[in-house]
């Protein structure tokens, strides 16, 4: 049981009770006070005394069974609150141990994600290096190409066709 679930049930159980006590109370609040009754009834003073001290009687003994009634219920809800207590206690012993886990996990997976990042980095900066040293060579080689031809074509024509041969060179005006 989650610790939600567990605090639905108890706030169920306490209203649950505390309507059955009240409806249970009830009947102790219609009565006629001893004031109303007074009005109501003309009579000597003894029968009016007899009147009081029943009502006395009447209200000791309804306080008493509110007492009593309200003992009972503390008594219930202390219990329910120890029940209450102890399941916290026991899903604690498994939430702190298992907060830590996590936290242990949350770090080693920062710590994975950063060696990650960097491997990344490095071999996008190793593949860069790579692609611009091959592009380098390429036009290295094609560049060799060029001027070993062109020196061979030299050597067969017995003249340059380069920029600075006369072939290109304009006459002026």
Do not use: W
């Not at 706030?11 to 109501?40: C, I, K, P």
């Not at 209450?84 to 994975?112: F, G, H, N, S, W």
């Not at 990042?117 to 560049?143: E, I, M």
């Amino acid at each position: 049981m989650s610790a939600e679930e567990v605090a639905k049930a108890f706030v169920q159980h306490y209203y649950t009770t505390f309507d059955t006590n009240r409806a249970g109370l009830a009947s102790l609040y219609a009565r006629v006070t001893l004031m109303e009754r007074q009005a109501l009834e003309k009579g000597d003073v003894s029968m009016l005394a007899t009147l009081r001290i029943g009502e006395l009687d009447k209200l000791v003994a309804a306080m008493r069974q509110k007492q009593a009634i309200t003992q009972t219920a503390m008594a219930h809800y202390e219990s329910e609150i120890g029940h209450i207590d102890r399941e916290v206690a026991d899903i604690m012993a498994r939430y702190t141990p298992m907060c830590k886990r996590l936290e242990a996990r949350r770090q080693e997976r920062d710590e994975l994600q950063h060696h990650l990042d960097v491997a990344t980095k490095q071999f996008g900066d190793v593949l860069a290096a790579t692609k611009s040293r091959l592009r380098a060579s390429s036009h290295d080689h094609v560049k060799h190409i060029r001027q070993e031809a062109s020196a061979e074509l030299t050597s067969t024509r017995g003249y340059s066709l380069g920029r600075n041969s006369t072939v290109y060179q304009k006459p002026r005006k």
